[in-house]
């Protein structure tokens, strides 16, 4: 099992930057990807990123270029990643979500979404 707390999103204006946080416990030493996704209201929920534990990386066009996923371990029970959003627009608004891929059954485990408003 593995227990997911985001923090970090909120209100900021056009061209802005946010951090998000995501902090995973428990079973960390068998996360295999952690990423994030996101939802608008109307639309369907899409990967904005994902980091592999071997780090590689891939990126939504979307997000290409402004956005960057990183990960730490803090200690031997918890694991973090981040997602810097960069140069925000109005059309990044969306809940977005951390999730955690696991090895061997290959379980998804998501965190409870965070709200990200871009707007003036």
């Known amino acids: 099992q593995v227990q997911l707390v985001e923090s970090g999103g909120g209100l900021v204006q056009p061209g802005g930057s946010l951090r998000l946080s995501c902090v995973a416990s428990?079973?960390?030493?068998?996360?295999?990807?952690m990423g994030w996704y996101r939802q608008a209201p109307g639309k369907q929920r899409e990967l904005v990123a994902d980091?592999?534990?071997?780090?590689?990386?891939?990126?939504?066009d979307s997000g290409r270029g402004r956005f960057t996923i990183s990960t730490i371990s803090t200690d031997n029970a918890k694991k973090t990643v981040y997602l810097q959003m960069n140069i925000l627009k109005p059309e990044d608004t969306a809940v977005y979500y951390c999730?955690?891929?696991?090895?061997?059954?290959?379980?998804?485990?998501w965190g409870q979404g965070t709200q990200v408003t871009v707007s003036s």
């Open positions: 428990g079973s960390i030493s068998r996360i295999a990807a």
């Open positions: 999730i955690v891929r696991t090895e061997g059954t290959g379980s998804y485990y």
């Open positions: 980091i592999t534990s071997g780090g590689r990386t891939n990126y939504s």
